[in-house]
């Protein structure tokens, strides 16, 4: 059975700093995929990262693959407050069609 | 962009009820998925349809059933609802062409 752990599980963190949500995983894979939910909303895609070494980059966030160490990273550089969301890794072993995710990690980053 | 509604964002039913949740996506998505998420357990796939009739179980797919006649419908069924089947539901849909699913707004089921 494939296990999906995020840590932490929440992340408070002040303005411009630095912080690193870790998302790691029991079972080969060479996809997984990061999601954001703001309160109340629904998801929204943030990053598909589809083989070892996958590096992908949008504004402060920046995610990264290692399929070795079954894990990724999804890297917040100089926080600000529009960033504060859940956010969620999910890994696929079936073409797409059967995502596990994690936990989630709550972010809220403080003016 | 790519639309996915669903029927409700609010529900209240009673135990034993039997409850309807519809969910519509306008690009013409050949893959359509059913979660339900609860705090700290992230989201969990109950069925996803691969096609028109066709249906397969995710992780937790009891009590629970669906149904997909038309290509851009998928509803899921709870034949007897239950408390434990108070949580927020979540309908997806991904093309055959790309890797991302893309979700509805969720339906807040509470069941009495």
């Known amino acids: 059975e494939l296990k999906v752990e995020q840590n932490p599980l929440f992340l408070s963190m002040q303005e411009g700093k630095n912080y690193t949500i870790y998302c790691n995983y029991s079972?080969?894979?060479?996809?997984l995929y990061w999601y954001r939910q703001d309160p109340g909303k629904s998801l929204e895609s943030l990053f598909v990262l589809l083989s070892n070494g996958a590096v992908k980059q949008e504004g402060r966030l920046m995610a990264s693959l290692d399929t070795k160490a079954r894990l990724s990273t999804l890297h917040i550089t100089a926080a600000v407050h529009d960033l504060s969301a859940t956010y969620f890794c999910?890994?696929?072993?079936?073409?797409?069609?059967?995502?596990?995710f994690g936990g989630g990690t709550r972010l809220m980053v403080k003016p | 962009d790519v639309k996915v509604t669903q029927s409700s964002r609010y529900l209240v039913k009673r135990t034993g009820e039997k409850v309807f949740l519809e969910c519509v996506q306008d690009m013409d998505h050949e893959n359509m998925f059913w979660y339900r998420q609860d705090p700290g357990l992230g989201l969990r796939l109950i069925y996803f349809?691969?096609?028109?009739?066709?249906?397969e179980k995710g992780d937790i797919p009891e009590g629970y059933s669906v149904s997909r006649e038309k290509k851009e419908r998928f509803s899921l069924i709870l034949e007897s609802a239950s408390t434990n089947q108070t949580s927020m539901y979540l309908c997806?849909?991904?093309?055959?062409?790309?890797?991302?699913?893309?979700f509805g707004p969720g339906t807040r089921l509470t069941v009495l």
């Open positions: 079972t080969t894979s060479d996809r």
């Open positions: 999910a890994v696929d072993l079936f073409g797409g069609n059967m995502l596990t």
């Open positions: 349809s691969y096609d028109v009739k066709m249906k």
């Open positions: 997806a849909s991904r093309s055959e062409n790309t890797d991302t699913q893309y």
